[in-house]
T-cell receptor, first 118, second 114 residues
Framework: GAGVSQSPSNKVTEKGKDVELRCDPISGHTALYWYRQRLGQGLEFLIYFQGNSAPDKSGLPSDRFSAERTGESVSTLTIQRTQQEDSAVYLC????????????????FGPGTRLTVT | GENVEQHPSTLSVQEGDSAVIKCTYSDSASNYFPWYKQELGKRPQLIIDIRSNVGEKKDQRIAVTLNKTAKHFSLHITETQPEDSAVYFCAAIISGGGADGLTFGKGTHLIIQP
């Protein structure tokens, strides 16, 4: 079946502009995650959605970052007033269920969106 | 929160030799430890994982060991091949804990020398 998809694959924006990144999880996956990967670095967890539960936003780097998910489908990550330090690859992942379920399921990653802020 | 340290940052081995990558974690409540392989420009892909109720797991040339007392886990690749060249990430998570994602190590760039 189809894997996790993300759009756009690349985004170049000017400092100060807002950007919106999209993630389509695997159908039937109730858990969705956003991570950030700076060049040559590991993945940094940003936010996790489980079903219709309100997410814990404490992992978001600043109040310029926000994320939404409609039910158990598409999610968008929005970065307002982008800064150069926001340049990174933003990866989305989904799993059948997430850690708050008490069960362990593999996270499948999307191809990422490479964001460059000039 | 959880902290995962990974060593070495770069590892170069001769084709056919073994490679070992080591990780330590800080939160004794972590109970799931996956390893991801990421080739240049591609998405991370799970290669093996281990749960806290076992000490070792093997899948063909890849094995992972877990020492819960020392909070260490390691990836072992035997008979390395050129296609094993990639960046490998270890990670940890508490399932049944809070609303967190995986905590990743900083990655190990594995280079297989022909």
């Amino acid at each position: 079946g189809a894997g996790v998809s993300q759009s756009p694959s690349n985004k170049v924006t000017e400092k100060g502009k807002d950007v919106e990144l999209r993630c389509d999880p695997i159908s039937g996956h109730t858990a969705l995650y956003w991570y950030r990967q700076r060049l040559g670095q590991g993945l940094e967890f940003l936010i996790y959605f489980q079903g219709n539960s309100a997410p814990d936003k404490s992992g978001l780097p600043s109040d310029r970052f926000s994320a939404e998910r409609t039910g158990e489908s598409v999610s968008t990550l929005t970065i307002q007033r982008t800064q150069q330090e926001d340049s990174a690859v933003y990866l989305c992942a989904s799993s059948l269920m997430g850690p708050t379920s008490g069960l362990l399921y593999e996270q499948y990653f999307g191809p990422g969106t490479r964001l460059t802020v000039t | 929160g959880e902290n995962v340290e990974q060593h070495p940052s770069t590892l170069s081995v001769q084709e056919g030799d073994s490679a070992v990558i080591k990780c330590t974690y800080s939160d004794s409540a972590s109970n799931y430890f996956p390893w991801y392989k990421q080739e240049l420009g591609k998405r991370p892909q799970l290669i093996i994982d281990i749960r806290s109720n076992v000490g070792e797991k093997k899948d063909q040339r890849i094995a992972v060991t877990l020492n819960k007392t020392a909070k260490h886990f390691s990836l072992h690749i035997t008979e390395t091949q050129p296609e094993d060249s990639a960046v490998y990430f270890c990670a940890a998570i508490i399932s049944g804990g809070g609303a967190d994602g995986l905590t990743f190590g900083k990655g190990t760039h594995l280079i297989i020398q022909p």
